[in-house]
């Protein structure tokens, strides 16, 4: 975000289908904007909120011929398929410490801890 503009914007949604916790991730930068490792910026902090959030795997969807995303989504380490005319990619997330956890506290007194995710 720049001054109040979006620039590029990731997407986490729960698939409460699958047994294991999973979810569906969906990325956008804007057009001008592309191809100068927003999208990979995004992809790795949209992976640090998953884990923190116990997220086991993530999915995305795309057009085959969305070479960025698919570049993309395999340097992340996912298995990509083609089926029904997308591309699906799967990423399985390594589980993160609990003391790896990004931990704000509130200072005042008597409450809890807050952890907070940047
Ligand atoms: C897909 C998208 C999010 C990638 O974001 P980005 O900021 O352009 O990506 P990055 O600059 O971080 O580059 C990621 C990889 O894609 C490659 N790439 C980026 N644009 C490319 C292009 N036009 N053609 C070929 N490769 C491209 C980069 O080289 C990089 O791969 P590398 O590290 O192996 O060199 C962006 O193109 C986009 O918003 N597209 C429209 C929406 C969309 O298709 N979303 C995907 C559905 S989830």
Known sequence: ????????????????????????????????????????????????????????QLKVTTHPGNVAMRRLARSFGAHLRFMDGETTGTVVLSPVEESALPIILTSQSGEQPVREFA
């Open 1 to 56: 975000m720049e001054d109040d503009h979006v620039l590029g914007a990731a997407e986490l949604h729960e698939r409460p289908e699958f047994e294991i916790p999973t979810g569906e991730i969906a990325f956008s930068v804007e057009r001008d904007l592309q191809h100068h490792g927003l999208g990979r910026r995004l992809f790795r902090r949209i992976i640090g909120h998953a884990q923190a959030l116990g997220y086991i």
